[in-house]
């Protein structure tokens, strides 16, 4: 990847939870951005532009790469500004093995469900119909996303969100440190275990007291505090991101120069092995987990182990959409010239 940390950095997204980790992030690293908000629910305009219809946010865009997936996006801002100091930047092997697992652990355990499911529901935006709609085709083959449904699944959901309480507890901030992995400011391993516990410790009613709180797990509670006081700080010594409206946005990608040079497509991966997947023909790419109706179709620039990268119209240009691999899966799309 290019160093090129003057390339706009364009964050698409509304304020919710995964997109704070991106929010964070750029505030704790000082790294200033621009900013285009988009709705509640579908559709999403801004991003039909830039031919995605990928409906899950945040998405971002440094130049002319736009990258999906927060997973990928925290990597990818890692290589920017190397002369500010790096999130991970002093990370033996064992702590970037704690941060992987605990990103591991809060999406694809089964942590971010059980946490939607602490959604208490009486809440005005459960009893509007569209909204439940919009959800019930983001989170198809997860969970079921009714007010019954969830009251029905939240004492198990309390659980396993207090065992995971408990495990920080009793584990990595057991002996009293302000970080989980003993750093002097916040790293990236504790985004990744701080989001889902921030999110709903601030949703009145989510939590019951009597199970799971700042009385019952001191240090947890504490070291959520702590972090936000932390990127409160961080957030008041850069300047408030500039807001764009979905023309301007597409205009500020498509006007600049790419982020990354043009990879390869990886011959010895399985997936281009059994579909002899080439450089060039149309693929299509899409989410496993959650929101995985909504397909995207363009011509494959990359693929290895880690990333996929299609390129897709943005009115007369293209931009290139990368992916991790996990996750998310390609294949060939014949009907892509038609
Ligand atoms: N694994 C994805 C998950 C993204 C995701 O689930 N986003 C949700 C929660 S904020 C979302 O976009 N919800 C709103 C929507 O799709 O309209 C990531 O890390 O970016």
Redesign the pocket.
């Not at 919710?16 to 997109?19: A, E, G, Q, Y």
């Given at each position: 990847m290019s160093p090129a940390s003057e390339l706009p950095i364009l964050l698409y997204h509304l304020g919710?939870?995964?997109?704070k980790r991106i929010i964070w992030y750029l505030a704790l690293r000082g790294i200033p951005y621009i900013q285009c908000m988009q709705p509640r629910?579908?559709p999403r305009p801004d991003l039909a532009r830039l031919g995605i219809n990928y409906?899950?946010?945040?998405i971002l865009s440094i130049g002319r790469d736009v990258y999906l997936?927060?997973?990928l996006i925290l990597q990818k801002l890692e290589h920017l500004h190397p002369s500010k100091p790096r999130l991970a930047a002093l990370a033996t092997p064992e702590h970037r093995a704690i941060e992987h697992l605990l990103e591991v652990l809060a999406?694809d355990s089964g942590l971010f469900k059980s946490v939607v499911q602490l959604m208490p529901a009486h809440l005005p935006q459960l009893q509007d119909p569209a909204f439940l709609r919009?959800r019930a085709d983001?989170l198809e083959g997860m969970m079921v996303f009714t007010p019954e449904a969830l009251t029905a699944a939240r004492p198990n959901a309390i659980n396993e969100v207090k065992n995971v309480v408990e495990f920080l507890e009793t584990t990595l901030l057991a002996d009293g440190r302000d970080w989980v992995l003993g750093t002097h400011g916040p790293s990236i391993a504790d985004i990744e275990a701080v989001w889902l516990l921030h999110w709903i410790s601030a949703v009145p009613g989510a939590l019951p007291p009597d199970q799971i709180s700042g009385v019952l797990y001191p240090r947890v509670f504490s070291w959520i505090e702590r972090f936000q006081r932390t990127v409160s700080s961080a957030e008041k010594l850069i300047s408030a991101p500039q807001t764009v409206d979905g023309e301007q946005a597409m205009e500020i990608i498509v006007t600049s120069l790419f982020n990354e040079t043009e990879g390869l497509v990886d011959e010895n991966d399985p997936v281009v092995k059994q579909q002899g997947l080439e450089k060039g023909q149309f693929v299509q790419l899409w989410?496993t987990?959650?929101?995985s109706r909504h397909k995207d179709n363009g011509k494959l620039v990359s693929m290895d182990n880690k990333e996929v990268v299609i390129e897709t119209a943005a009115g007369d240009a293209v931009v290139r959409v990368h992916a991790p691999r996990h996750?998310f899966q390609v294949c060939a799309f014949e009907d892509g010239e038609k």
């Open positions: 919710s939870p995964l997109s629910i579908l409906r899950r946010i945040p997936d927060t997973r999406i919009d983001l989410p987990d959650s929101g996750g």
